[in-house]
T-cell receptor, first 111, second 114 residues
Framework: AQSVAQPEDQVNVAEGNPLTVKCTYS??????LFWYVQYPNRGLQFLLK??????LVKGSYGFEAEFNKSQTSFHLKKPSALVSDSALYFC?????????FGTGTRLTVIP | NAGVTQTPKFQVLKTGQSMTLQCAQD?????MYWYRQDPGMGLRLIYY???????DKGEVPNGYNVSRLNKREFSLRLESAAPSQTSVYFC?????????????FGPGTRLLVL
């Protein structure tokens, strides 16, 4: 069955530095991959998705993600981190009737 | 356009009490979902409704029931709450006509069962 894994529970980065939040996937067939962000005491907000086409997907708030088929990865990136990017990030993969979520990565951007 | 709304925002129950979590969406979406979020476990699907009039079990359905009241509303009921059901509950919806569709989430209901 389709699944994703987020190997890091916590990522710390200094403000202004580039950030990467990692996600690997396991699917049969074409993967439909998503990134969501959750700010404290809020619901999940959609950031971006990969369906097909260009391996670099651009999303909200300056985030982008790189789909790498050979490494079965879909890492979330941002060139310059902001303190306001501190949140919980979830990678997800489409299953026939729902989404399967990774366990989440807490990103802390240090001023 | 409010998107996905959930009530209540927060609830405390005693073991054995019952309650219903309400969810509504105004995006004319066909599919609706209930997830629970627990620390270190991501989101797990409880039940979903692919279209009005249908419901199906997800990954963790035990102890829950659902009702798809109409196209807009999808409620989750705990008949006899247990401490293991302490969690944050999220409702979501999507158009449901394509696997490429995005799911949109409500703000969540934080439930504490004592």
């Amino acid at each position: 069955a389709q699944s994703v894994a987020q190997p890091e529970d916590q990522v710390n980065v200094a403000e202004g530095n580039p950030l990467t939040v990692k996600c690997t996937y396991s699917v049969s067939g074409n993967p439909y991959l998503f990134w969501y962000v959750q700010y404290p005491n809020r619901g999940l907000q959609f950031l971006l998705k990969y369906i097909t086409g260009d391996n670099l997907v651009k999303g909200s708030y300056g985030f982008e993600a790189e789909f790498n088929k050979s490494q079965t990865s879909f890492h979330l990136k941002k060139p310059s981190a902001l303190v306001s990017d501190s949140a919980l990030y979830f990678c997800a993969v489409r299953r026939p009737d729902n989404l399967f979520f990774g366990t989440g990565t807490r990103l802390t951007v240090i001023p | 356009n409010a998107g996905v709304t959930q009530t209540p925002k927060f609830q405390v129950l005693k073991t054995g009490q019952s309650m219903t979590l309400q969810c509504a969406q105004d995006m004319n979406h066909n599919s609706m979902y209930w997830y629970r979020q627990d620390p270190g476990m991501g989101l797990r699907l409880i039940y979903y409704s692919a279209s009005e009039g249908t419901t199906d079990k997800g990954e963790v359905p035990n102890g829950y029931n659902v009702s798809r009241l109409n196209k807009r509303e999808f409620s989750l009921r705990l008949e006899s709450a247990a401490p293991s059901q302490t969690s944050v509950y999220f409702c979501a919806s999507r158009t449901g006509t394509s696997e490429k569709d995005t799911q949109y989430f409500g703000p969540g209901t934080r439930l504490l069962v004592l």
